[in-house]
């Protein structure tokens, strides 16, 4: 089918790849079929070997994705940290002045609406997973790609609205256990193990805080960004984002709720 | 050939409009410029530091005279200083002149790349390390002052405001500038780590790379693990200063005095802080040294005209160094109330690191061992770098045995050790880096006479300040102690006065050491606008950074139209023949298959 297209600012730009099919959207978007080394269109070399910027669609993505990848291992040493003085604090005591042993930790009873907000933020995993996988749909790809509409970005928008919709949900549950516990006079400061609580509730929330910011900027970028390519790249690290923190709070949800 | 063009012009060519200078220069995201603008803020913290260490040194030997404009200087006041130094020399300084300076300025262009991977976040990594330099500089105008816990902040000294002049708003500031500074360095190192594994130019493979890059690569690895710890560390003494916990001093604990009770609750221990701290604070010595061995490794091969030796194996070292290097934080522990099968465990350990750095040591060695090298002054610093990393390095597994650290700890044979393996090794691969890659950045070369004149001062004041400090710590001189003398009816300055005349030597050795400085900022001063004009590739490198392709273009985005560039051997190929030296550059595509050497 023949398209007719008027040369946008990116296919003026003299970074233009014609040998990458920029034909002014950006060079070809990462699809999800497949994950070619080579170049295949007549172009059997290896990518590796050519100069960076045109290693093949999934360049940019996996650079991101790297990226993303050691941020996250950096933000899990972080709560490595955290949770050995959980486990430091629980095993430790000291001695009165009468000489006495005293271990001032009493278990915290998590507020059972934690398991719902578990629930509401794994099912908000399922729907950043469905937004994020809709954004590399061989089909739409090369027709949002071509110029004909956005059908990509207009298939995810609902997804990762209902994502941040869960997100704020898992939010307001937090809070509402943060409530509970202070009706019960828990506090911050009440015992070492409801710091631990706290702290981590509290670490973990911010987080997600700003996993819905990148939410947020991630839609932005669906409506407004030129690029198809970065388009992706937002919903795919997002979600990336997302999953991790979702899967990191199973395990401190756990730590909190059975290691008490 | 071509000719570099200047930031300016590339600027115009690249945006629409004409940005000013400084508007250009300030929201740069091109990764030259941020190394260089990382540059300039060690710079401006170094003077910092020195200056203070100046007066440390000024006070310790004549304790009665009064600073202008400040008066005495009291005991809090010298443990301001000593606080303020090390943060400044060890963060601002050290760990960020050679990882984000002049990994930023030359890391890109040695991989064959014409940019980093996240830009942006460079940017952002810069302006948070500049604000985290004021913030931290800030805390010299509140009220108390400075804190005056030192650089490792240990509780209860840092955990309660009480504890002293300094530690409530002071100490605030201080905890707030180093968690901004380890949020910065996370950023930038995770920028460093993903510029070298995706944007290598073809042919660049792994065992390519030179050891340079090595040297940053591994710092940056151990940068993203370290300083999240550091972080947490800090969230949990903020915790502790206002929230109400105890994770770091137990309930009922005396301060300066007090009672620690009141709204704290908990079992907490300062021993979980030396925990927390030191898994940061060792690895945080290799990341500010790893990039200098690398360093190191290139000058000297480069200027003794010699291959590396044992090229895979100085590799395979770089990342044991890394590898054991988060292994060892409990040496820093051993009298501080650790299970003593735990301080067997660090005391290993440790030992054990002597085996890569030993291995690294005799590299050098036989990489220059006979060979006619040209006397640079970038090779005289390599060979300095050398010969202080093994001086300090001799005093490690000393160190490193619990029962001698039982004297040897809070002592001044600790001060000399870290600052001839880590402070003076650190500074003089900086300098050796900047001689020598001055003609990168202005086109020419420093000054070969007032570089070799600072060679030499330095070196000899920095033996002179640094190996005597051995000695008054083996006669007892403790650290973080601002009097040694002149305090009437005082059993420790009787004690102390056997070292007076050694401290008096250090104090003239660190004056010198600082004014020689003066001759190396005058070099750059000078030759920055008058130097020599510098030749394409001046010291007759093989690595990418000098070759034309890269040199023409310093723009980061779009490279399209840019001469590709590959890299076709390993960095380090010389060889001598009939009258002469030849090298191959990495560049070079000529025929590997290179003739017999004579
Ligand atoms: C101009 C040369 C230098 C001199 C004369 C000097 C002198 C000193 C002195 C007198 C102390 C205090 C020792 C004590 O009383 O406990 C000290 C501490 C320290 N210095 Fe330096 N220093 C110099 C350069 C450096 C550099 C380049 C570094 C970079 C890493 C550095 C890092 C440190 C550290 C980390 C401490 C420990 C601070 C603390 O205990 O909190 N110094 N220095
Ligand atoms: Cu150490």
Same mark, same amino acid.
């Given at each position: 089918?023949?398209? #007719?297209?008027?040369?946008?600012?990116?296919?003026?730009? $003299?970074?233009?790849? =014609?040998?990458?099919?920029?034909? /002014?959207? @950006? &060079?070809?978007?990462?699809?999800?079929?497949?994950?070619?080394?080579?170049?295949?269109?007549?172009?059997?070399?290896?990518?590796?070997?050519?100069?960076?910027?045109?290693?093949?669609?999934?360049?940019?993505?996996?650079?991101?994705?790297?990226?993303?990848?050691?941020?996250?291992?950096?933000?899990?040493?972080?709560?490595?940290?955290?949770?050995?003085?959980?486990?430091?604090?629980?095993?430790?005591?000291?001695?009165?002045?009468?000489?006495?042993?005293?271990?001032?930790?009493?278990?915290?009873?998590?507020?059972?609406?934690?398991?719902?907000?578990?629930?509401?933020?794994?099912?908000?995993?399922? #729907?950043?997973?469905?937004?994020?996988?809709?954004?590399? $749909?061989?089909?739409? =790809?090369?027709?949002?790609?071509? /110029?004909? @509409? &956005?059908?990509?970005?207009?298939?995810?928008?609902?997804?990762?609205?209902?994502?941040?919709?869960?997100?704020?949900?898992?939010?307001?549950?937090?809070?509402?256990?943060?409530?509970?516990?202070?009706?019960?006079?828990?506090?911050?400061?009440?015992?070492?193990?409801?710091?631990?609580?706290?702290?981590?509730?509290?670490?973990?929330?911010?987080?997600?805080?700003?996993?819905?910011?990148?939410?947020?900027?991630?839609?932005?970028?669906?409506?407004?960004?030129?690029?198809?390519?970065?388009?992706?790249?937002?919903?795919?690290?997002?979600?990336?984002?997302?999953?991790?923190?979702?899967?990191?709070?199973?395990?401190?949800?756990?730590?909190?709720?059975?290691?008490? | 050939?071509?000719?570099?063009?200047?930031?300016?012009?590339?600027?115009?060519?690249?945006?629409?409009?004409?940005?000013?200078?400084?508007?250009?220069?300030?929201?740069?995201?091109?990764?030259?410029?941020?190394?260089?603008?990382?540059?300039?803020?060690?710079?401006?913290?170094?003077?910092?530091?020195?200056?203070?260490?100046?007066?440390?040194?000024?006070?310790?030997?004549?304790?009665?005279?009064?600073?202008?404009?400040?008066?005495?200087?009291?005991?809090?006041?010298?443990?301001?200083?000593?606080?303020?130094?090390?943060?400044?020399?060890?963060?601002?300084?050290?760990?960020?002149?050679?990882?984000?300076?002049?990994?930023?300025?030359?890391?890109?262009?040695?991989?064959?790349?014409?940019?980093?991977?996240?830009?942006?976040?460079?940017?952002?990594?810069?302006?948070?390390?500049?604000?985290?330099?004021?913030?931290?500089?800030?805390?010299?105008?509140?009220?108390?002052?400075?804190?005056?816990?030192?650089?490792?902040?240990?509780?209860?000294?840092?955990?309660?405001?009480?504890?002293?002049?300094?530690?409530?708003?002071?100490?605030?500031?201080?905890?707030?500038?180093?968690?901004?500074?380890?949020?910065?360095?996370?950023?930038?190192?995770?920028?460093?780590?993903?510029?070298?594994?995706?944007?290598?130019?073809?042919?660049?493979?792994?065992?390519?790379?030179?050891?340079?890059?090595?040297?940053?690569?591994?710092?940056?690895?151990?940068?993203?693990?370290?300083?999240?710890?550091?972080?947490?560390?800090?969230?949990?003494?903020?915790?502790?200063?206002?929230?109400?916990?105890?994770?770091?001093?137990?309930?009922?604990?005396?301060?300066?005095?007090?009672?620690?009770?009141?709204?704290?609750?908990?079992?907490?221990?300062?021993?979980?802080?030396?925990?927390?701290?030191?898994?940061?604070?060792?690895?945080?010595?290799?990341?500010?040294?790893?990039?200098?061995?690398?360093?190191?490794?290139?000058?000297?091969?480069?200027?003794?005209?010699?291959?590396?030796?044992?090229?895979?194996?100085?590799?395979?070292?770089?990342?044991?160094?890394?590898?054991?290097?988060?292994?060892?934080?409990?040496?820093?522990?051993?009298?501080?109330?650790?299970?003593?099968?735990?301080?067997?465990?660090?005391?290993?350990?440790?030992?054990?690191?002597?085996?890569?750095?030993?291995?690294?040591?005799?590299?050098?060695?036989?990489?220059?061992?006979?060979?006619?090298?040209?006397?640079?002054?970038?090779?005289?610093?390599?060979?300095?770098?050398?010969?202080?990393?093994?001086?300090?390095?001799?005093?490690?597994?000393?160190?490193?045995?619990?029962?001698?650290?039982?004297?040897?700890?809070?002592?001044?044979?600790?001060?000399?050790?870290?600052?001839?393996?880590?402070?003076?090794?650190?500074?003089?691969?900086?300098?050796?880096?900047?001689?020598?890659?001055?003609?990168?950045?202005?086109?020419?070369?420093?000054?070969?006479?007032?570089?070799?004149?600072?060679?030499?001062?330095?070196?000899?004041?920095?033996?002179?300040?640094?190996?005597?400090?051995?000695?008054?710590?083996?006669?007892?001189?403790?650290?973080?102690?601002?009097?040694?003398?002149?305090?009437?009816?005082?059993?420790?300055?009787?004690?102390?006065?056997?070292?007076?005349?050694?401290?008096?030597?250090?104090?003239?050795?660190?004056?010198?050491?600082?004014?020689?400085?003066?001759?190396?900022?005058?070099?750059?001063?000078?030759?920055?606008?008058?130097?020599?004009?510098?030749?394409?590739?001046?010291?007759?490198?093989?690595?990418?950074?000098?070759?034309?392709?890269?040199?023409?273009?310093?723009?980061?985005?779009?490279?399209?139209?840019?001469?590709?560039?590959?890299?076709?051997?390993?960095?380090?190929?010389?060889?001598?023949?009939?009258?002469?030296?030849?090298?191959?550059?990495?560049?070079?595509?000529?025929?590997?298959?290179?003739?017999?050497?004579?």
């Amino acid at each position: 089918m023949p398209v #007719t297209i008027t040369p946008t600012g990116t296919e003026r730009e $003299h970074g233009r790849r =014609v040998e990458d099919h920029d034909h /002014g959207s @950006g &060079r070809r978007p990462p699809i999800d079929k497949g994950d070619k080394r080579t170049g295949g269109n007549g172009d059997g070399d290896n990518w590796s070997n050519r100069p960076q910027g045109r290693r093949g669609p999934r360049e940019r993505l996996r650079t991101y994705r790297l990226g993303l990848f050691f941020a996250l291992a950096s933000d899990l040493m972080f709560f490595v940290a955290i949770v050995s003085t959980f486990f430091v604090a629980q095993n430790s005591g000291r001695f009165n002045a009468y000489n006495h042993y005293i271990n001032e930790w009493l278990p915290t009873t998590i507020p059972p609406v934690l398991w719902l907000n578990t629930a509401v933020l794994l099912i908000s995993s399922l #729907t950043v997973e469905i937004a994020r996988r809709r954004m590399f $749909h061989e089909q739409f =790809v090369m027709e949002e790609w071509f /110029g004909l @509409g &956005r059908p990509t970005s207009r298939r995810a928008v609902p997804f990762l609205l209902a994502t941040v919709f869960f997100g704020l949900l898992f939010l307001a549950g937090q809070a509402l256990a943060w409530k509970q516990l202070a009706v019960q006079h828990v506090f911050f400061a009440s015992n070492p193990s409801s710091h631990f609580f706290y702290l981590i509730t509290y670490t973990h929330a911010i987080h997600l805080f700003l996993g819905i910011g990148v939410l947020l900027i991630a839609l932005y970028g669906l409506f407004f960004s030129r690029q198809l390519e970065t388009r992706q790249i937002l919903v795919d690290c997002s979600a990336w984002y997302w999953h991790t923190m979702g899967v990191l709070w199973v395990f401190l949800f756990a730590l909190l709720a059975f290691f008490q | 050939m071509m000719t570099p063009r200047s930031a300016a012009e590339l600027s115009s060519r690249q945006h629409p409009f004409r940005k000013s200078f400084l508007v250009h220069a300030l929201f740069t995201t091109d990764h030259r410029l941020i190394g260089l603008q990382y540059l300039a803020l060690a710079m401006v913290a170094v003077i910092i530091g020195m200056v203070l260490s100046l007066l440390m040194r000024l006070h310790l030997t004549w304790p009665d005279r009064v600073i202008p404009l400040h008066g005495p200087i009291l005991p809090e006041d010298y443990l301001a200083l000593v606080t303020m130094h090390g943060t400044l020399m060890l963060f601002f300084v050290m760990t960020t002149a050679p990882q984000a300076g002049f990994g930023n300025l030359i890391l890109p262009s040695q991989i064959g790349s014409r940019r980093m991977a996240f830009p942006m976040l460079n940017a952002l990594s810069f302006w948070s390390t500049a604000l985290a330099l004021v913030v931290l500089l800030a805390s010299t105008l509140v009220a108390g002052g400075s804190p005056i816990s030192g650089w490792t902040a240990y509780p209860p000294l840092s955990a309660v405001a009480a504890a002293g002049p300094g530690q409530g708003a002071g100490m605030d500031l201080w905890i707030a500038s180093i968690a901004l500074f380890a949020i910065a360095a996370t950023m930038s190192s995770i920028n460093t780590l993903v510029t070298v594994v995706r944007l290598r130019c073809k042919g660049m493979t792994w065992s390519r790379l030179p050891l340079t890059v090595w040297g940053w690569f591994t710092a940056a690895l151990l940068s993203i693990l370290a300083f999240s710890v550091l972080l947490a560390a800090i969230v949990l003494l903020m915790c502790d200063r206002h929230a109400g916990t105890s994770f770091f001093v137990p309930t009922g604990d005396l301060v300066n005095g007090s009672l620690h009770a009141a709204g704290h609750r908990g079992n907490g221990s300062p021993l979980l802080w030396l925990h927390l701290f030191w898994f940061f604070g060792h690895p945080e010595v290799y990341i500010a040294i790893l990039p200098g061995m690398g360093l190191t490794s290139m000058l000297l091969a480069n200027f003794a005209r010699r291959r590396v030796f044992g090229y895979r194996l100085m590799i395979a070292t770089t990342l044991a160094i890394g590898l054991l290097g988060i292994m060892v934080w409990g040496h820093h522990m051993f009298v501080a109330g650790l299970n003593p099968f735990a301080g067997t465990a660090f005391s290993i350990s440790t030992i054990a690191i002597a085996i890569p750095s030993a291995a690294k040591v005799l590299s050098w060695l036989a990489t220059t061992w006979r060979s006619r090298p040209s006397y640079t002054t970038a090779y005289l610093f390599s060979l300095g770098f050398a010969s202080l990393f093994l001086t300090g390095g001799l005093s490690g597994p000393i160190l490193a045995q619990p029962i001698l650290d039982q004297y040897l700890h809070n002592t001044f044979f600790v001060v000399a050790h870290f600052h001839l393996i880590m402070a003076m090794a650190g500074v003089f691969g900086l300098f050796a880096a900047t001689y020598y890659w001055f003609p990168l950045v202005t086109n020419r070369l420093m000054s070969e006479t007032l570089g070799r004149w600072h060679f030499w001062l330095t070196l000899l004041a920095a033996y002179g300040c640094f190996l005597p400090m051995h000695l008054t710590g083996l006669m007892g001189e403790p650290r973080h102690y601002a009097q040694l003398a002149e305090l009437p009816g005082s059993a420790a300055n009787r004690l102390l006065a056997p070292t007076l005349p050694l401290n008096m030597h250090i104090t003239i050795s660190a004056v010198i050491l600082v004014a020689s400085q003066v001759l190396f900022f005058a070099n750059l001063a000078v030759s920055w606008r008058r130097g020599l004009i510098a030749s394409a590739n001046p010291w007759q490198a093989t690595t990418l950074e000098w070759s034309p392709a890269l040199r023409a273009h310093s723009h980061p985005t779009s490279d399209g139209d840019l001469a590709p560039v590959e890299a076709f051997r390993r960095p380090c190929h010389y060889w001598s023949h009939h009258n002469g030296w030849h090298f191959l550059p990495q560049w070079d595509s000529a025929d590997t298959t290179e003739p017999k050497s004579e």
